[in-house]
Each structure stands twice: as C-alpha cells, then as structure tokens.
C-alpha cells in the first residue's frame, strides 16, 4: 500500500466534485422527505377535522351499506337553517346513548307530518319514493317532526332500530353526512 503514487491534482478534484454533489444529492433527499412527512401530518389533521371514519356493524342499512362497510362521514353543523336533504344518509348520536353512533337515512324533516301504514312511508300524506327499499316498511307510526329534528330510518326496515323505536332526532344530535364508501374496494363510491 505504501508503494502506491500520491494522488494527481487532477483526480483529487474529481473527487472533490463527486463528494459535493453526492452531498447536495443526499441534503435534497432530507428536504423531500422532511416535506413528505410535513403534508402527510397536515392531510391527516385536515382530514381528522372535516371527515370522521366509521365501520358499518349492522345490517340495517342494507343493501345501501354492508355490515363491515368503511366509510367517510363528512362532519358538518345542521340546524333549522341547514337541514340535511331528505334521503341523504347521516350518521348521529344514539338519543338514548349519546357515546353510540348510529348511521341511517333521512326520511322526514322538521315540521312534516309522517305516517308510516299499510307498508309505505307517508310525508305530508303523499306517498314517499323510496328506490333504496327493497322490502315493505313494516309497523305504524304516526307524528308531525318538531322543529329542531328529523325522522330517521334505516334502509333495511325489517332490522332497523331508528325513529320509529326512538322518535324524531334532535338536529343537535347530528354529526355528519355520509359521503363515500372506501371499503371494500369492490364497492367504493360516492353515496348519494
């Protein structure tokens, strides 16, 4: 090893030039990654702050929603003034346990008179269209929402538990709308 040459000015600089770009290389890759995990903390705060994440556990939404569904509840304020559309499905504080959640569709709103007889759901004595059914809505119930509610049912009515075992749902009570479906990937989508 000692009968090796010195090295040349020549290579030496060669050397020089490969270790500072290989330098500015790896500070580059440190910056980009340090970017990477910047946004990835802020999407997962942004998203954690706008939209709640939720597992369907039962089958009273089928065959809309399936029991092991994931979906993405897009949280949002309701009130008098901002009511949920009729039909849109909503994901709410259970009135008789407020730590459950309970995810069903809105059937009648503030004010309405509903009448649910002879298999059919009434609004206001006009029969409601309802091409998510695929069965006959079972029971009778009759009442006019109150102001600051909505009446609530699940789609598969034969396995439901909503508003006609636990009345109207205070608008408070509502956290969100749901708004996809992400898993499984089979039947990912938007919900309407």
Known sequence: MDDLPPPTPETETVMEQLTKRRGLRDAWFWVFVALIVVLGIEVWFLTRAFYISSVITSDSMKPTLMRGDRVLVRRRRFSPSALPRRGAIVMFRDPRDPESRLIKRVIGLPNEV???AWGRVYING???TEPYLYQATDG??????????VFVMGDNRFASDDSRDFGPVPLDNLEGEVVLRYYPLSRFGRLP
């Open 126 to 128: 006009k029969p409601l």
């Open 140 to 149: 009778y119930w009759h009442g006019i929402i109150p102001d600051d509610s």
């Open 114 to 116: 509903v009448t649910i």
